[in-house]
């Protein structure tokens, strides 16, 4: 059974920094997507950074680009998500999530995703 677990959510001040942490356990079997995804009260949930493990492509939603970087740990099977120069817009309930499919263009569609984590709050003061 894959269970994934988010951690390294918190309150910072706009301009900040935090890194999220998805640790993986269990066995997803063959190659896969993970990414992170967050839903703000009142919105949709909505990808921000997405990996496929093999080959090794990252993307980014345009509102984190240059700003959040999503990398892995094979060793310790966690996945992390690094937010620099955060914004009060940026705050939300942050998921990681996990799909063994092959890659594809859905990488941001959270419907298409079969495991997920609990969830962990970040929110940025100005």
């Known amino acids: 059974q894959v269970q994934l677990v988010e951690s390294g959510g918190g309150s910072v001040q706009a301009g900040g920094s935090l890194r999220l942490s998805c640790t993986v356990s269990?066995?997803?079997?063959?190659?896969?997507?993970m990414a992170w995804f967050r839903q703000a009260p009142g919105k949709e949930r909505e990808g921000v950074a997405a990996?496929?493990?093999?080959?090794?492509?990252?993307y980014y939603a345009d509102s984190v680009k240059d700003r959040f970087t999503i990398s892995r740990d094979n060793d310790k099977n966690t996945l992390y998500l690094q937010m620099d120069s955060l914004k009060p817009e940026d705050t939300a309930m942050y998921y990681c999530?996990?799909?063994?499919?092959?890659?594809?263009?859905?990488?941001?569609?959270?419907?298409?995703?079969?495991?997920w984590g609990q969830g962990t709050q970040v929110t940025v003061s100005s």
């Open positions: 999530a996990a799909e063994a499919r092959p890659g594809g263009s859905w990488y941001f569609d959270a419907v298409q995703y079969k495991y």
């Open positions: 269990g066995y997803i079997y063959g190659t896969y997507w």
């Open positions: 990996m496929y493990t093999s080959p090794s492509w990252t």
